[in-house]
């Protein structure tokens, strides 16, 4: 069974970059389509966008400006970056696996909260 | 792209059913077999209760189905149970290489 662990700073200041790494482990993160999703506290998913692991990728298109994400197949990690955030991007980021078009896998989620 | 359209809250008793509906528009729901069902227990990450509409993963009750129709998926669950309580989302391809997650609906057992 694959295990998803997401990791990075808890704390981001505004204006600057959230930056977070998703650890595939007991699989290979090869062939599948990865994807990063938030929920604000209280508040329902947000599909942030997702990566396949030829690097190609698809955002959402209300964050496309603001978001990177890459992928290391050595590594079997797969990362996230988000800009110029705002209070309004503190929530908690899940990592996900998609197959047959729904997210099977799961991280466990990781608060991120903007603030100076 | 808009979030799809749940009713916020839904309920039971034990035994019961329910369907929870999920409505979007012919760019999203209508245009695809491929909206998934998700529940949500407090604190924890959602699990994936339907794929493609209407299938089960391995390991999901089979009191739990899905199923649409035009603009609008409903997820079924019979024979309600206590461990049912979560909060239940739906989310499907919206065309554009992209998906849209439902605004979330809350079960309640009564």
Known sequence: QVQLQESGPGLVKPSETLSLTCTVSGGSISSYYW?????????????????????????????????????????????????????????????????????????????????? | QSALTQPASVSGSPGQSITISCTGTSSDVGSYNLVSWYQQHPGKAPKLMIYEGSKRPSGVSNRFSGSKSGNTASLTISGLQAEDEADYYCCSYAGSSSFVFGTGTKVTVL
């Open chain 1, 35 to 116: 994807s990063w999703i938030r929920q604000p506290a209280g508040k329902g998913l947000e599909w942030i966008g997702r990566i396949y692991t030829s690097g190609s990728t698809n955002y959402n298109p209300s964050l496309k400006s603001r978001v990177t994400m890459s992928v290391d197949t050595s590594k079997n990690q797969f990362s996230l970056k988000l800009s110029s955030v705002t209070a309004a991007d503190t929530a908690v980021y899940y990592c996900a696996r998609i197959r047959h078009s729904g997210y099977d896998s799961w991280g466990q989620g990781t608060l991120v909260t903007v603030s100076s």
